[in-house]
């Protein structure tokens, strides 16, 4: 029995210690992961079997690996919610796959994304046939959401978020054939005359949202 008492040991110390570090780095669903949270949490549970199995290492050698990559991925969550551009390289982007109702073949070839994996999720949210599907997007966990056709009788559209943290979002200005004089002519007429004082700005169906930073 005295020989399984440091693995028990052991077992109960990291089961609390990487409770409490998944609480840390807060709350997502697994398919909601990125790639950067599904790495970390990878390695984090190896180098946890490591240090279980090897009872002649000290434990320390495995709980310091385990805390600089939480260390990390606090850096990473902290820079990424400054950053938009850096948010995009880490997680990646939403890709519109279908767009009013036609589906664009291009976004899929970049995204490496079939016909199979398409019907395939479209039958996972009970729709038969693509041609009751308005809008579908491909966001950066894998999960498609799809707006359908039905669901947007009382306008067109889905919204397209055309300022994050301060900066203009070209290529959904593109997608609504608008440019970037509009689009500041717009928000200066609402009163916003400065751009990096919106943290959030959205358009559809010819309404604006808009947020601005740190105002509750």
């Known amino acids: 029995m005295e020989q399984y008492f440091p693995i028990i040991i052991r077992t109960l110390i990291l089961y609390i210690l990487i409770l409490g570090i998944f609480r840390l780095m807060g709350k997502r669903e697994i398919g909601e992961l990125s790639i950067l949270d599904l790495v970390v949490y990878i390695m984090i549970a190896e180098m946890a079997a490591v240090a279980i199995e090897n009872t002649n290492e000290p434990l320390l050698?495995?709980?310091?690996?385990?805390?600089?990559?939480?260390?990390?991925?606090?850096?990473?969550?902290?820079?990424?919610?400054?950053?938009?551009?850096?948010?995009?390289?880490?997680?990646?982007?939403?890709?519109?796959?279908?767009?009013?109702?036609?589906?664009?073949?291009?976004?899929?070839?970049?995204?490496?994304?079939?016909?199979?994996d398409l019907l395939l999720q479209l039958r996972e949210k009970d729709i038969k046939n693509v041609a009751d599907v308005e809008f579908a997007v491909l966001e950066p966990s894998g999960t498609l959401s799809v707006f359908q056709k039905n669901e947007n009788k009382k306008g067109s559209g889905i919204p397209l978020p055309l300022v994050i943290d301060g900066v203009i979002q070209k290529e959904h200005l593109e997608k609504i054939h608008k440019t970037e004089s509009w689009l500041l002519e717009k928000l200066q007429a609402q009163g916003h005359s400065e751009v990096k004082n919106i943290s959030f700005c959205s358009y559809t169906n010819g309404n604006f949202y808009i947020d601005i930073k740190d105002e509750i």
């Open 61 to 116: 050698h495995s709980i310091l690996p385990i805390f600089l990559l939480v260390a990390i991925q606090i850096i990473l969550a902290l820079l990424s919610l400054k950053s938009k551009k850096f948010r995009d390289i880490v997680d990646g982007k939403p890709t519109i796959i279908i767009n009013q109702g036609k589906i664009d073949e291009h976004a899929m070839r970049a995204q490496r994304y079939n016909f199979d």
